[in-house]
């Protein structure tokens, strides 16, 4: 027999995954939370202690969800000692506070560096997703092998909705690195694997992505809004960039004309808008007009605007080039494994498995909406995880239409298409619970 969290992920798979009605979904929804947090309380010595002080034992309302949610920051509340100290030990105990397994047996002999710890972790069945934001400070996400594989089989369905992108069908085109503990790369190997041709995928940027650059990088950027940076400091970051932007370009050009070649047989691109803008640039270049890919090809383009100058009608430039094409949109995070199709109607769809949660600013208080559009902080509980508490409150102010259909037929709610954040770059966001949750973290390493 079948269990409802089993049943409501499932359903991504079949052609209505998107065609149920909040009537018929919640209530499993809330079925499926509770027997995860039944299974999950005593394995996350976080999500037990969380579960303890709040009084929460058992999941029968949306409300009784909000005080079990982990602030997203929650996930590099680390000591950055640690990394600095090769104290891969400590790391291992930090994580295992947020796993669902216990990690600190793991042999960390030969570790030198972050990458080498998330490579040794992947070697002992713990897939960690990095993501640095804009503090310099790393995010690690811990998940296991059979999340990873859920996540796959959902990005495989949810992309390109409500249509299927044919298997193996498409020259593929990927703007970024194929390798490394991120989840944008996740994305690339799910086109090569499963959408490319045999032999037809081809990536721009050939190394690795490795953490420890990553976080240089963004470090040296905080170091110059603080004001700490030395001129030593700013001349060689300043020449790395110069050679490396050298690189890029002479690369993005080869990549480009590849692209170009193919163009009247079905591709898959994806990119960042300002990548897609010097693929157009190098087209106008060679003499090739607006509109003339072939209809089956897939288009996607998204972020990488904060700090780029783009003109005001980037994405109008990037349709009009591409012409009559295929060009799904989805919203997604890293701490998120089902992500969100956009319709028609420019809207986001909630998949069966993953509960939306609307909180008011600081994070604290269910917004009870039922119809309407209400804005405020989002929250969910992704069902998918059982390798960490899918259980994240984010930093994204989004706009929800709780209203019974959406503008393109199909149930709702939906999430508008003008998700901002609260914070931006280089600003703290104050999430209610944080340091609350820090604390459980630092209790539960002893």
């Known amino acids: 027999m079948t269990d409802t969290r089993t049943e409501l992920l499932n359903l991504i798979v079949t052609d209505h995954a998107f065609d149920h009605h909040r009537d018929e979904i919640e209530p499993m929804q809330l079925e499926a939370a509770n027997a995860l947090f039944a299974d999950l309380r005593n394995r996350i010595p976080v999500l037990e202690r969380r579960a303890t002080e709040t009084g929460i034992n058992k999941i029968t309302s949306f409300d009784d969800i909000v005080p079990l949610l982990f602030a997203h920051t929650v996930y590099k509340s680390y000591p950055e000692t640690f990394i600095a100290k090769k104290r891969w030990d400590r790391m291992l105990a930090w994580l295992s506070t947020l796993s669902a397994d216990d990690l600190t047996n793991i042999d960390m002999s030969g570790v030198e560096t972050a990458d080498d710890w998330l490579n040794r972790l992947k070697e002992n069945g713990c897939t960690v997703l990095a993501t640095s934001g804009s503090s310099g400070k790393c995010s690690f996400l811990p998940a296991s092998s059979a999340d990873k594989e859920l996540k796959v089989r959902h990005f495989r369905h949810a992309v390109g909705w409500p249509d299927e992108i044919a298997e193996n069908q498409y020259e593929a ?31 721009l940027i050939k190394t690795p992505l490795k953490i420890t650059d990553v976080s240089a990088g963004a470090a040296f950027m905080k170091s110059m809004r603080d004001g700490t940076a030395t001129p030593a400091d700013i001349e060689a970051f300043e020449k790395r960039s110069k050679e490396t932007a050298g690189r890029m370009k002479a690369d993005l050009t080869g990549f480009t004309d590849e692209l170009l070649a193919h163009r009247h047989e079905p591709v898959m691109v994806s990119g960042l808008w300002a990548q897609h803008l ?20 897939v288009v996607q383009a998204g972020g990488g605007i904060k700090g780029v100058a783009l003109p005001d009608d980037y994405k109008e430039r990037v349709s009009r080039f591409y012409g009559d094409v295929k060009r799904p949109g989805a919203y997604g995070m890293t701490e998120l494994a089902q992500v969100m199709p956009r319709c028609s109607a420019l809207r986001y769809h909630r998949p069966p498995g993953l509960i939306w949660l609307l909180l008011d600013q600081p994070g604290e208080k269910l917004i009870n909406a039922r119809e309407g559009v209400v804005e405020g902080r989002f929250a969910f509980l992704d069902l998918l995880y059982t390798g960490r508490w899918g259980g994240v409150i984010t930093g994204d ?20 298409d003008s998700i901002t954040r609260f914070a931006q770059g280089g600003e703290d966001d104050h999430i209610g619970c944080a340091g609350t949750i820090d604390g459980y973290v630092r209790g539960a390493m002893g």
């Open 397 to 416: 102010k989004v706009a929800i239409d709780w209203s019974e259909t959406c503008p393109c037929g199909r149930p709702g709610p939906t999430i508008l």
């Open 173 to 203: 085109f990927w703007t970024g690195p194929i390798e490394g503990p991120n989840s944008a790369i996740e994305s690339g190997q799910i086109m090569r694997d499963h959408w490319a041709k045999p032999g037809g995928f081809h990536n």
């Open 278 to 297: 010097q693929i157009i640039e190098r087209a106008y270049e060679l003499g090739i007009p607006d509109g003339d890919f072939h209809p089956r090809s």
